[in-house]
T-cell receptor, first 112, second 116 residues
Framework: DQQVKQNSPSLSVQEGRISILNCDYTNSMFDYFLWYKKYPAEGPTFLISISSIKDKNEDGRFTVFLNKSAKHLSLHIVPSQPGDSAVYFCAASRPTGYALNFGKGTSLLVTP | DTGVSQDPRHKITKRGQNVTFRCDPISEHNRLYWYRQTLGQGPEFLTYFQNEAQLEKSRLLSDRFSAERPKGSFSTLEIQRTEQGDSAMYLC??????????????FGQGTRLTVV
């Protein structure tokens, strides 16, 4: 049962515009959420995280928003750059669990 | 390079053979994880070590799979009697656990297993 869902397999955005990647979760016990970026033939690279006590976390061009009532989070990339083209994974964990539950990923393509 | 290191990067094996993968975590990290990723899927949790203790195992980890982390340093993942369904990318990650809260896990580049 997929507890973390990324319903958009792919997204194409023009350079300089905003990229918005969405993620939904079903397990209300999740309290920590992360975004990872993955290039082909490499392992996932940590990008940004957010605790459930917050609704926003910002790091440079990357902002993650959390809506606990909707069990939804999103990653905003502004402005998007061609080097951002990668697969983005949303992940979540429980307070007493150590495993990360990943979504299937969204492939972002930023075109010049 | 002080990141998570995995060896080998690629492994091709015949069905029925045993394979072993190695992971060297970031040196100060006390937590180590193994994940498996198949095409079109996100990484799926397999098992977790805190220091040398294996504290959590997924139901995905059948009895053909065994993982060790002797002395709380590097870890090995062994698959016995490999099957074609075992073909996947095997990812290792490590993190610095502070109490019950994890910090972000850092992943290695993975070992790509192909069972023919």
């Amino acid at each position: 049962d997929q507890q973390v869902k990324q319903n958009s397999p792919s997204l194409s955005v023009q350079e300089g515009r905003i990229s918005i990647l969405n993620c939904d979760y079903t397990n209300s016990m999740f309290d920590y959420f992360l975004w990872y970026k993955k290039y082909p033939a490499e392992g996932p690279t940590f990008l940004i995280s957010i605790s459930s006590i917050k609704d926003k976390n910002e790091d440079g061009r990357f902002t993650v928003f959390l809506n606990k009532s909707a069990k939804h989070l999103s990653l905003h990339i502004v402005p998007s750059q061609p080097g951002d083209s990668a697969v983005y994974f949303c992940a979540a964990s429980r307070p007493t669990g150590y495993a990360l539950n990943f979504g299937k990923g969204t492939s972002l393509l930023v075109t010049p | 390079d002080t990141g998570v290191s995995q060896d080998p990067r690629h492994k091709i094996t015949k069905r029925g053979q045993n394979v072993t993968f190695r992971c060297d975590p970031i040196s100060e990290h006390n937590r180590l994880y193994w994940y498996r990723q198949t095409l079109g899927q996100g990484p799926e949790f397999l098992t977790y070590f805190q220091n040398e203790a294996q504290l959590e195992k997924s139901r995905l980890l059948s009895d053909r799979f065994s993982a060790e982390r002797p002395k709380g340093s590097f870890s090995t993942l062994e698959i016995q009697r490999t099957e074609q369904g075992d073909s996947a990318m095997y990812l290792c990650a490590s993190s610095l656990g502070l109490g019950v809260r994890n910090t972000e896990a850092f992943f290695g580049q993975g070992t790509r297993l192909t069972v023919v």
